[in-house]
């Protein structure tokens, strides 16, 4: 059973940047991959970024050289720094996590996750 609480959303200018906080419990963290996820209004909740276990990231083309995702597996944690911040990241974002994945895989799809937090406001401002 893995528990995630997002944190770090808000109200931000564009060109701003925020951080988000997943913070997980459970003793799988370290054996999950871990991705992040948003939904806009009105929009299907899109994929945004993961990180393996082996620590090999992927994001969508929309945030590729503005979003940085890490993980402090000691702190049961991951991060999505978000740079550069454009109107049309406003979403709820979402954390997600698949315990006991694949080392190496990448998970872009939300099925295959099993776990998810219950999501941060993200809105920026033109």
């Known amino acids: 059973q893995v528990q995630l609480v997002e944190s770090g959303g808000g109200l931000v200018q564009a060109g701003g940047s925020l951080r988000l906080s997943c913070a997980a419990s459970?003793?799988?963290?370290?054996?999950?991959?871990v991705g992040w996820f948003r939904q806009a209004p009105g929009k299907e909740r899109e994929f945004v970024s993961t990180?393996?276990?082996?620590?090999?990231?992927y994001y969508a083309d929309s945030v590729k050289g503005r979003f940085t995702v890490s993980r402090d597996n000691a702190k049961n944690m991951v991060y999505l720094q978000m740079n550069s911040l454009k109107p049309e990241d406003t979403a709820v974002y979402y954390c997600?996590?698949?315990?006991?994945?694949?080392?190496?895989?990448?998970?872009?799809?939300?099925?295959?996750?099993?776990?998810w937090g219950q999501g941060t406001q993200v809105t920026v401002s033109s």
């Open positions: 990180i393996a276990r082996s620590g090999n990231t």
């Open positions: 997600a996590a698949i315990p006991n994945a694949d080392y190496y895989s990448p998970y872009r799809d939300r099925q295959s996750y099993d776990y």
């Open positions: 459970g003793r799988t963290f370290s054996r999950s991959a």
